[in-house]
């Protein structure tokens, strides 16, 4: 999607001999555009870094860092704050310091993001690594700073509208993901709606400036997960996902949790899941902790609480990976009418160049 050709698994607008392939980003920038980049994820993980870099392996966060410094993208808010610190492991590479001599501002909490959102240029830090999930940000009080996909996406739209020649923004939920992988339904459900309520926020800048297109897509599913016919016919579905309402935290927050004391708690368990945990699972969950090959705990529990997990809720899964479905495409405005009923993905390519009158 970023650079208009299919490229192999792994590498950021690099093909296969190893020749750079110009980002999106780079057309807009030297066209006068502003760019932007809004992810709940790190804001130099895959997706965001598909639109603005270039590096042969996608793990390279450091040179995407610095590349998006080079490169002068507008907006970036998301997580990874360690890719733009000096470290002992990091000892070159732009930093913070150097964003700031190029007139950005950086914030580091909502507060700090919503008073300079009208910045032309801003970095926006919240994590060292992703943000932590939507419904853990909204039921623990420790997390009231972090930022939701929403109000950086809001901070973007104000900073980038500035912009006298225009503007390309990509906005990402991209924990959708995460929580696809470690099959969590409270998880996925709370980042599909945070990423929903975005879209009624881009439908009113379209009122306001028509002459914008606005693509809303994904580029893969994860893990199958789909709300299955539940009960006699079917009734029980919808009770079922309102049984999510009670789930109040992430299985990667609860992970979080047990390794900082090497212990499984029944109690915090119940609370995060509403299941009550048997002797049976609580020791599965302990033996997993106690196991220096395992690797995620969030995943392994629920694996061990999954037949609880699909009565309370009534989503299934079909595996731990990405998935190969047709995915939804929705787009409006200008150039939206060009777009063919069934498309491949790097087809965005030339939709978007045109938009942005680039080609
Ligand atoms: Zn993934």
Redo the contacts with the bound molecule.
């Keep these: 999607m970023g650079c208009g050709q299919r490229l192999p698994n792994g590498v950021i607008n690099t093909d296969a001999n190893g020749v750079s392939l110009k980002p999106l980003f780079s057309y807009a920038k030297e066209a006068g555009k502003a760019t932007g980049l809004v992810t709940t994820c790190k804001v130099t993980h895959a997706t965001s870094a598909g639109f603005a870099a270039n590096v042969e392996k996608r793990g390279m966060e450091d040179e995407i860092a610095q590349q998006y410094y080079e490169r002068e993208i507008d907006v970036l808010l998301g997580g990874g704050l360690r890719h733009f610190q000096r470290t002992a492991d990091r000892q070159k590479g732009a930093s913070i310091p150097d964003f700031k001599s190029k007139g950005y501002r950086f914030v580091q909490t909502k507060t700090e993001l919503l008073a300079q959102a009208s910045s032309p240029r801003l970095l926006g830090l919240f994590s060292n690594s992703h943000l932590p999930y939507a419904i853990d940000r909204t039921h623990d009080a420790a997390l009231a700073e972090v930022p939701s996909l929403p109000e950086m996406f809001r901070a973007a739209l104000q900073s980038l509208s500035q912009s006298k020649k225009g503007f390309v923004l990509q906005v990402e939920g991209g924990r959708v993901?995460?929580a696809?992988?470690v099959n969590d339904p409270a998880a996925i459900l709370h980042e599909l709606l945070e990423f929903d309520d975005c879209i009624p926020i881009a439908l009113e800048y379209l009122r306001n400036d028509p002459d914008t297109l606005l693509i809303i897509t994904t580029d893969?599913g994860?893990g199958g997960c789909q709300l299955n016919g539940a009960g006699p016919a079917y009734v029980d579905s919808g009770p079922a996902l309102d049984g999510i309402n009670d789930m109040t935290g992430s299985f990667e927050a609860l992970e979080q949790k047990f390794i900082a004391t090497g212990q499984f708690d029944a109690e915090v368990f119940t609370k995060a899941t509403g299941i009550v945990a048997t002797p049976n699972q609580a020791d599965a969950i302990q033996a997993t902790m106690d196991d220096p090959e395992s690797t995620y705990l969030s995943s392994a529990m629920t694996k061990i609480v999954a037949k609880e997990l699909l009565k309370k809720t009534a989503i299934g899964w079909t595996s731990n990976n990405?998935t190969s479905e047709c995915i939804d495409l929705f787009a409006f405005g200008p150039g939206s009418e060009q777009i063919a009923p069934f498309i491949k993905n790097y087809e965005l390519f030339v939709v978007m160049t045109k938009a942005l009158k680039l080609s």
């Design positions: 993901d995460h696809g992988h893969h994860t990405h």
